[in-house]
């Protein structure tokens, strides 16, 4: 909830063309807990997209054997 009052708040000052103060500067940063833990999703998910290719590969192989 706290997350949509405050982009609807900083939608609407980008909207009337008024510049970004410090506060708002500091409110768009990321905080290094959430940095890390993005970090993190993007190793799994390259991951994941590489064990997709493997598996795929064997899912391949077993169908050529069964035919």
Same mark, same amino acid.
């Given at each position: 909830? *706290? &997350?949509?009052?405050?982009? @609807?708040? /900083? ?10 103060? %410090?506060?708002?500067? *500091? &409110?768009?940063?990321?905080? @290094?807990? /959430? ?10 998910? %390259? ?21």
């Amino acid at each position: 909830m *706290k &997350m949509t009052s405050y982009w @609807s708040i /900083v939608l609407k000052r980008w909207g009337l063309g008024s510049d970004l103060d %410090e506060g708002d500067k *500091k &409110m768009l940063e990321e905080c @290094s807990f /959430v940095a890390g833990k993005r970090k993190m999703l993007e190793i799994s998910n %390259e991951l994941l997209m590489q064990n997709k290719e493997v598996v795929a590969s064997i899912i391949d192989r077993i169908t050529t054997m069964v035919d």
